[in-house]
């Protein structure tokens, strides 16, 4: 089974695909964070903080993809469980 065949186990495959891509993200953030703490300690320390921001920056996208993916799965259930019995 490969990674389409994973993704087509859920309900959205396609939000599953954007879900993974944020989680990929966020987790990404912390070995960028690492790169940066790394360079600090070697000498090169302006490079370092330079990673250091870009992975809060990465680990904040890949959060905010997250939540679009949560936001819209709560919609699809409200629409889901609550969209009836309002008509």
Do not use: T
Not at 18 to 43: D, E, H, I, P, Q
Not at 44 to 52: H, P, V
Not at 58 to 67: C, E, F
């Amino acid at each position: 089974m490969g990674a389409r065949g994973f993704l087509d186990r859920f309900v959205h495959p396609r939000l599953a695909a954007v879900a993974l891509a944020g989680a990929a993200l966020w987790a990404g953030s912390f070995l960028v964070a690492a790169a940066g703490l790394l360079l600090r300690g070697s000498g090169r320390a302006a490079l370092g903080g330079e990673l250091f921001f870009l992975s809060g920056l990465v680990g904040a996208v890949g959060i905010l993809v997250l939540l679009a993916c949560a936001a819209w799965l709560a919609g699809y259930w409200f629409v889901g469980a609550v969209g009836d019995r309002i008509r």
